[in-house]
């Protein structure tokens, strides 16, 4: 063994409390978005939560209903998903496959400018671009629907599902291309039966990163949603999410008591679903050893 | 419709799909540079806002993006960077290895609002900073941890073993050797994440909505323990809390101008330090 000077024993004791950090900050947020959220689950308990109104505001009949707020979640991000697919997983077989290096040189940096644009600004692009023509192509009284909210997600989305898919795409071992062009497939057939199959887990993992983009999105859907928690399937109706719902809130709230709480509540939902796709995301990708995203 | 033409059909309509990111992307950008340009002056960006925002500039907005990054990137770099060290040159196989980099992860996934919370939480009420400068700036912090994090082990990583192992081979420590042969090399990469990293800060609203909330603040902050306005969130009060959306339109375009030009800027450069460094470093 090496013998080490002191500050060599320093450093390393330095590097790893830093790292040991890295854990305790995971830690501290589930503790204390837990510990927040205990209020309400001793005074209303989670059988409220299953209520199918959310009015936490009324002074005589307040009601936690998730359902409307986790419903609003849902209906945007499965719409901002169904929106985001084909751009982001086209782009990246396209970037992948097909583009030229020029080509690529033109298109990368555009899709991470999408990626760096701020959430507040492209919301505010909803609110004065988006929305009225939304309102306008489907003649409504408002622009501010779920359909706009999750236009404005799929655009958020892309960047994620496109990147990680092209890390997919291009991991696939260019025998397995060879071979496929060698028994005359064209490369088309290449692409759809030989890439994109075997790179298939990785496009699925860059979809639940997607997704998990999205429901964690505040902004966008805060500003251009509509703000209503109601159930509905109706892409035409304006909802609230379960993120525009603690943004709105609380700021109106008093500390400590079961409304402030049941926001931490909403809190430890949101926490929960984007964990779990993450998790599973991640297994994924590091199943099949593709670049950590 | 035989195969060939069959194969230029598909690319051609992969590529329009691929393309039409782009004509997004432009399309937003464009219409704020030009609806905003006409707002930007050296009033617009030196003078506090004036009747609820619709007249006047933008600086304690400004300022307070300024205060609040500063804030963020100094706790989250020595952090982001030393963790990245440990990652790169100590660790070794092992369960805790795995759950820093489950942290690490779990961390980037963490929805922004949900930071907010985490702040509110922990910096505004237990430790008592009150929304202040403070308490967002390490929000934030938290927040970029894990940006800061994956580029500089990227750029350590990018540092040569031989580099390393010709230093230990003169025996000098592990501690000298990271510091004299490793660091300085990942430098660029470093900044690279670094200014990622406050672009993100930067663009950042729904924390800063919970732990500095301050909707419309014309003054400029006296210490980190004051509430301060921010450009995300002045953005945000304009375009949502304004009864007169139209005569606010020329202060919604020109914050938001501001606002894209210091993080799309931060990127460009970002990117341009990595173009410049893997050219001028090759081994």
Known sequence: ?293 | MNARTRETAAFWAMRLTAYSVVVIVGYIVVDIVVRGAGTISIPFLTEPMRKSGLEGGILPAIAGTFWLVACAIAAALPLGVACAIYLTEYARPSRFTDMVRLAITTLAGVPSIVFGLFGLGLFVYQLKFGQSILAGGLTLACLILPTIIVASEEALRAVPADFRAGSMALGATKWYTIRTNVLPYALPGIMTGSILGVGRAAGETAPILLTVAAAYLPFLPNSPMDKVAALPYHLYYLATQVPDMKAAEPMQYGTALVLIALVLGMNLGAMLIRAYFSRKHRW
């Open chain 1, 1 to 293: 063994m090496r013998t080490s000077h002191w500050t060599d024993k320093v450093a390393r004791l330095v590097f790893t409390a830093a790292a040991a950090n890295a854990i305790l900050i995971v830690f501290l947020i589930f503790v204390f978005i837990g510990a927040e959220s205990r209020t309400f689950m001793g005074t209303e308990g989670l059988g409220a939560l299953l209520d199918t109104q959310w009015v936490p505001t009324s002074e005589i009949d307040a009601r936690y209903g998730l359902l409307p707020i986790l419903g609003g979640s849902l209906l945007v991000t499965f719409l901002a998903t169904l929106f985001a697919i084909p751009f982001g997983v086209i782009g990246a077989i396209y970037l992948a496959e097909v583009a030229k290096p020029w080509e690529r040189e033109i298109l990368k940096p555009f899709v991470e400018m999408l990626a760096g644009i701020p959430s507040v600004v492209v919301g505010f692009f909803g609110v004065v671009v988006l929305g009225p023509m939304v309102r306008d192509v489907f003649g409504l009284n408002t622009g501010f629907t779920a359909l706009t909210a999750a236009l404005l997600l799929a655009l958020m989305a892309v960047p994620t599902i496109l990147t990680i898919s092209e890390d997919a795409i291009r991991n696939v071992p260019s025998a397995y291309k060879q071979a496929s062009v060698a028994l005359g497939a064209s490369r088309l057939q290449t692409i759809f039966k030989v890439c994109v199959p075997a790179a298939l887990s990785g496009i699925v993992a860059a979809v639940m990163l997607g997704i998990g983009r999205v429901v964690g999105e505040t902004m966008a859907v805060l500003m251009v949603a509509g703000g209503r928690p109601v159930i509905t399937a109706n892409p035409m109706d304006g909802v609230r999410t379960m993120t525009a719902t603690i943004a709105a809130e609380m700021g109106d709230v008093a500390v400590g008591d079961t409304h402030y709480s049941v926001l931490f509540v909403v809190g430890v939902v949101l926490l929960l679903m984007t964990f779990t796709l993450n998790f599973i995301a991640q297994r994924v990708l590091k199943k099949y050893g593709y670049h950590q995203a």
